[in-house]
């Protein structure tokens, strides 16, 4: 079940509407937050566009494209044979919830918009796998809408979530702090949330544990001026903040 149309080109290239608009916000994220070298996984790479644009703009890093779906997988291969980048390997055939995934190591693991279009299993799933392949100081990073402390971040979450609900009953936009929640038994620790455009938080940021010294607690006090121009963003912000504390793994 897809959620948008796709044009399709006779060579088999998929074109999404919605990845032709967020890739370069989702770049400008990833280009502040992965490594300076080194091999990026993306699960669930879709039609292909966004990796090859990823490596395209990042071509400092080799990026290893992977899907579960054969139109995908076709779609992903001819993006990648079209635009002949040499730092963007053929996609590999990778379902999260897999026991063996067909690659070793990856020094940093992007997931774009899968775990809200696929059970929580998958969400689950996608966590282990990343404890099993990154370093230490390994990166995921998840793209989506979440929910913050219970609560949609904007209506047009709201109805996208009841949309997808509909359609499958075990998807969903997932709650940050579940997601959070998964990752210290993981050896994950959620690091950082981005806001992004059209009411999407770019979502979460797990970095291996960080040795004790490097460790630094910040308190937060917040609020919001009465005549703010994104009291919602600050609400959300605020009730995010004093949520629960967030907790090193032990
Ligand atoms: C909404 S699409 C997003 C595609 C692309 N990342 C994008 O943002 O344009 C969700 C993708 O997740 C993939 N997916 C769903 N369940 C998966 C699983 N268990 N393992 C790997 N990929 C999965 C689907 O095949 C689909 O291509």
């Not at 996208?160 to 210290?184: H, K, M």
């Amino acid at each position: 079940m897809r959620l948008e149309d796709l044009s399709a080109s006779d060579d088999g290239r998929l074109a999404s509407p919605s990845a032709a608009r967020n890739r370069e916000a989702i770049a400008a994220v990833l280009a502040q937050v992965l490594p300076e070298a080194g091999l990026v996984l993306e699960v669930g790479s879709g039609t292909g566009e966004h990796v090859v644009h990823f490596a395209r703009v990042m071509p400092h890093l080799a990026w290893q494209p992977s899907e579960q779906d054969a139109a995908c997988l076709r779609s992903i291969s001819a993006w990648v044979a079209v635009e002949a980048q040499a730092n963007v390997r053929q996609p590999l055939v990778l379902d999260v919830t897999d026991a063996q995934w067909p690659i070793a190591g990856a020094d940093a693991i992007i997931s774009i918009n899968m775990i809200h279009i696929a059970p929580w299993s998958a969400a689950q799933a996608l966590l282990r796998g990343a404890s099993r392949l990154l370093p230490a100081d390994g990166l995921l990073c998840v793209y989506g809408p979440f929910r913050v402390a219970g609560e949609h971040t904007s209506a047009s979450n709201r109805a996208f979530d009841a949309q997808l609900r509909a359609i499958n009953s075990e998807w969903g936009v997932r709650d940050l702090e579940a997601v959070s929640n998964e990752a210290p038994a993981l050896k994950l620790d959620l690091e950082r949330t981005f806001q992004m455009p059209a009411n999407n938080l770019k979502g979460i940021q797990i970095v291996g544990p960080l040795p004790a010294g490097l460790q630094h607690i910040t308190i937060f006090s917040g609020g919001a001026h009465a005549e703010s121009k994104e009291s919602d963003a600050a609400r959300v912000l605020i009730t995010f903040l004093t949520a629960r504390p967030l907790r090193r793994p032990s």
